[in-house]
Protein backbone atom coordinates (compact mmCIF):
# COMPACT_ATOMS: atom_id res chain seq x y z
CA UNK A 1 0.00 0.00 0.00
CA UNK A 2 1.34 3.39 -0.94
CA UNK A 3 2.43 5.73 1.75
CA UNK A 4 1.14 9.03 -0.28
CA UNK A 5 -0.70 11.29 2.04
CA UNK A 6 -4.28 12.12 0.24
CA UNK A 7 -6.87 14.80 2.04
CA UNK A 8 -3.73 14.95 4.32
CA UNK A 9 -3.74 11.93 5.40
CA UNK A 10 -1.20 8.84 5.01
CA UNK A 11 -2.32 5.56 3.80
CA UNK A 12 -2.20 4.38 7.29
CA UNK A 13 -4.34 6.56 8.64
CA UNK A 14 -6.94 6.70 5.89
CA UNK A 15 -7.09 2.75 6.43
CA UNK A 16 -7.68 3.22 10.35
CA UNK A 17 -10.13 5.85 9.75
CA UNK A 18 -12.35 3.87 7.06
CA UNK A 19 -11.96 0.68 9.79
CA UNK A 20 -13.43 2.76 12.60
CA UNK A 21 -16.57 3.54 10.01
CA UNK A 22 -16.96 -0.04 9.74
CA UNK A 23 -16.93 -0.95 13.19
CA UNK A 24 -19.56 2.19 13.92
CA UNK A 25 -21.49 0.64 11.21
CA UNK A 26 -21.84 -2.71 12.31
CA UNK A 27 -22.12 -1.53 16.03
CA UNK A 28 -25.39 -0.21 14.86
CA UNK A 29 -26.30 -2.83 12.20
CA UNK A 30 -25.30 -6.23 13.98
CA UNK A 31 -27.63 -5.15 16.64
CA UNK A 32 -30.37 -4.02 14.42
CA UNK A 33 -31.14 -5.97 12.18
CA UNK A 34 -28.41 -8.37 13.39
CA UNK A 35 -25.85 -10.22 12.50
CA UNK A 36 -27.16 -12.54 10.02
CA UNK A 37 -29.17 -10.03 8.19
CA UNK A 38 -26.71 -7.87 7.63
CA UNK A 39 -24.61 -7.71 4.19
CA UNK A 40 -21.10 -6.64 3.29
CA UNK A 41 -23.20 -4.54 0.53
CA UNK A 42 -25.00 -2.66 3.53
CA UNK A 43 -22.01 -2.13 6.07
CA UNK A 44 -20.60 -0.76 2.93
CA UNK A 45 -23.35 1.31 2.63
CA UNK A 46 -23.86 2.89 5.92
CA UNK A 47 -19.71 3.37 6.31
CA UNK A 48 -19.89 4.93 3.16
CA UNK A 49 -16.89 2.61 1.37
CA UNK A 50 -16.36 0.73 -1.45
CA UNK A 51 -16.82 -3.24 -0.91
CA UNK A 52 -12.79 -3.12 -2.00
CA UNK A 53 -12.45 -0.82 0.74
CA UNK A 54 -13.95 -3.44 3.13
CA UNK A 55 -11.94 -6.30 2.38
CA UNK A 56 -8.71 -3.90 3.13
CA UNK A 57 -10.01 -3.71 6.27
CA UNK A 58 -11.62 -7.00 7.19
CA UNK A 59 -11.39 -10.37 5.71
CA UNK A 60 -15.19 -10.57 6.32
CA UNK A 61 -18.63 -9.92 8.13
CA UNK A 62 -17.14 -12.66 10.69
CA UNK A 63 -13.95 -10.82 11.14
CA UNK A 64 -15.97 -7.53 11.82
CA UNK A 65 -18.19 -9.01 13.81
CA UNK A 66 -15.25 -10.42 16.28
CA UNK A 67 -13.65 -6.81 16.00
CA UNK A 68 -16.92 -5.29 17.32
CA UNK A 69 -17.67 -8.17 19.91
CA UNK A 70 -14.12 -7.91 21.37
CA UNK A 71 -14.36 -4.12 21.85
CA UNK A 72 -17.61 -4.50 23.47
CA UNK A 73 -15.98 -6.90 25.84
CA UNK A 74 -13.41 -5.30 26.50
CA UNK A 75 -15.01 -1.45 27.17
CA UNK A 76 -17.32 -3.31 29.74
CA UNK A 77 -14.18 -5.33 31.51
CA UNK A 78 -12.27 -1.69 31.93
CA UNK A 79 -15.98 -0.12 33.36
CA UNK A 80 -16.83 -3.00 35.84
CA UNK A 81 -13.26 -3.26 37.29
CA UNK A 82 -13.19 0.48 37.65
CA UNK A 83 -16.76 -0.48 39.49
CA UNK A 84 -14.96 -2.75 41.98
CA UNK A 85 -12.08 -0.70 42.65
CA UNK A 86 -13.93 1.95 43.56
CA UNK A 87 -16.21 -0.06 45.88
CA UNK A 88 -15.43 -0.55 49.95
CA UNK A 89 -13.72 -3.49 50.40
CA UNK A 90 -16.06 -6.01 51.54
CA UNK A 91 -17.74 -9.05 49.79
CA UNK A 92 -21.22 -8.46 49.61
CA UNK A 93 -19.91 -4.62 48.49
CA UNK A 94 -17.81 -5.76 45.28
CA UNK A 95 -20.50 -8.32 44.42
CA UNK A 96 -22.81 -5.69 44.41
CA UNK A 97 -20.18 -3.12 42.76
CA UNK A 98 -19.69 -5.18 39.76
CA UNK A 99 -23.04 -6.72 39.40
CA UNK A 100 -24.33 -2.76 39.64
CA UNK A 101 -21.22 -1.48 37.22
CA UNK A 102 -21.59 -4.57 34.40
CA UNK A 103 -25.32 -4.09 34.27
CA UNK A 104 -25.63 -0.36 33.89
CA UNK A 105 -22.46 -0.14 31.76
CA UNK A 106 -23.69 -3.21 29.22
CA UNK A 107 -27.60 -1.85 29.08
CA UNK A 108 -26.85 1.98 28.76
CA UNK A 109 -26.61 1.18 24.74
CA UNK A 110 -28.86 -1.56 23.86
CA UNK A 111 -27.15 -2.06 20.82
CA UNK A 112 -24.08 -3.29 23.15
CA UNK A 113 -26.60 -5.66 25.10
CA UNK A 114 -27.56 -6.97 21.73
CA UNK A 115 -24.19 -7.87 21.00
CA UNK A 116 -22.90 -9.12 23.93
CA UNK A 117 -25.71 -11.88 24.90
CA UNK A 118 -28.03 -12.15 21.66
CA UNK A 119 -26.19 -11.89 18.28
CA UNK A 120 -22.97 -13.26 19.72
CA UNK A 121 -25.10 -16.62 20.03
CA UNK A 122 -26.79 -16.00 16.19
CA UNK A 123 -23.13 -15.07 14.86
CA UNK A 124 -21.86 -18.93 15.73
CA UNK A 125 -19.34 -20.50 15.05
CA UNK A 126 -17.35 -17.16 14.21
CA UNK A 127 -17.52 -15.94 18.04
CA UNK A 128 -17.09 -19.10 19.91
CA UNK A 129 -13.04 -17.86 20.47
CA UNK A 130 -14.08 -14.73 21.14
CA UNK A 131 -16.66 -15.38 23.46
CA UNK A 132 -14.73 -18.07 25.26
CA UNK A 133 -11.77 -15.43 25.78
CA UNK A 134 -14.25 -13.02 27.21
CA UNK A 135 -15.85 -16.01 29.71
CA UNK A 136 -12.37 -16.67 30.80
CA UNK A 137 -11.97 -13.05 31.30
CA UNK A 138 -14.60 -12.15 33.75
CA UNK A 139 -14.34 -15.33 35.25
CA UNK A 140 -10.95 -14.51 36.51
CA UNK A 141 -12.40 -11.26 37.34
CA UNK A 142 -14.91 -12.55 39.47
CA UNK A 143 -12.43 -15.13 40.95
CA UNK A 144 -10.06 -12.51 42.16
CA UNK A 145 -12.72 -11.06 43.80
CA UNK A 146 -14.22 -13.70 46.21
CA UNK A 147 -10.88 -14.82 47.75
CA UNK A 148 -12.76 -14.05 51.01
CA UNK A 149 -15.73 -16.51 50.70
CA UNK A 150 -16.90 -17.82 54.26
CA UNK A 151 -15.68 -20.91 55.66
CA UNK A 152 -18.88 -22.67 54.91
CA UNK A 153 -19.24 -22.26 51.25
CA UNK A 154 -17.71 -25.14 49.86
CA UNK A 155 -18.32 -24.78 45.99
CA UNK A 156 -15.27 -24.38 43.79
CA UNK A 157 -14.49 -20.75 43.20
CA UNK A 158 -13.84 -21.18 39.00
CA UNK A 159 -17.25 -22.94 38.59
CA UNK A 160 -19.18 -20.18 41.34
CA UNK A 161 -18.24 -17.76 39.11
CA UNK A 162 -19.10 -19.59 35.92
CA UNK A 163 -22.06 -19.89 37.36
CA UNK A 164 -23.02 -16.35 38.19
CA UNK A 165 -21.94 -15.47 34.57
CA UNK A 166 -24.42 -17.50 33.43
CA UNK A 167 -26.55 -16.16 35.29
CA UNK A 168 -26.36 -12.18 34.37
CA UNK A 169 -26.02 -13.78 30.65
CA UNK A 170 -29.88 -15.01 31.22
CA UNK A 171 -31.16 -11.74 32.90
CA UNK A 172 -29.86 -9.68 29.97
CA UNK A 173 -31.09 -12.04 27.39
CA UNK A 174 -34.61 -11.33 29.02
CA UNK A 175 -33.61 -7.38 29.26
CA UNK A 176 -33.07 -7.13 25.51
CA UNK A 177 -36.41 -9.81 24.04
CA UNK A 178 -38.47 -9.15 26.08
CA UNK A 179 -41.78 -6.93 25.18
CA UNK A 180 -41.96 -5.44 28.60
CA UNK A 181 -38.65 -5.18 29.64
CA UNK A 182 -37.57 -5.47 33.81
CA UNK A 183 -36.04 -2.78 35.12
CA UNK A 184 -32.61 -2.04 35.35
CA UNK A 185 -32.38 -1.91 39.39
CA UNK A 186 -34.94 -5.17 39.37
CA UNK A 187 -32.15 -7.26 37.11
CA UNK A 188 -29.38 -5.50 39.52
CA UNK A 189 -31.22 -6.55 42.83
CA UNK A 190 -32.07 -9.73 41.91
CA UNK A 191 -28.59 -10.92 40.66
CA UNK A 192 -27.38 -9.42 43.91
CA UNK A 193 -29.15 -11.67 45.70
CA UNK A 194 -28.91 -14.86 43.91
CA UNK A 195 -25.01 -14.49 43.96
CA UNK A 196 -24.85 -13.32 47.49
CA UNK A 197 -27.36 -16.48 48.75
CA UNK A 198 -24.44 -18.76 46.88
CA UNK A 199 -22.08 -17.45 49.59
CA UNK A 200 -23.90 -17.21 52.09
CA UNK A 201 -24.80 -20.79 53.30
Known sequence: MSGRSYRGMSAEERLAERRERLLSAAYTLYSDPGFPDTTIERLCASARISNRAFYECFSG????MQAVYDRC???TLQSVSKSIEQ????LIDRIRAGITGYVTFVTEDRR????????VRRAGDCLITSRQRAVTAFTRMIESNITDLPDAVKANRHLLALSMIGALQELLIEWVVADEAPAIDHLISTATHVFYRSFVT
Open 61 to 64: RDEL
Open 87 to 90: APDT
Open 112 to 119: RARIMHLE
Open 73 to 75: VQE
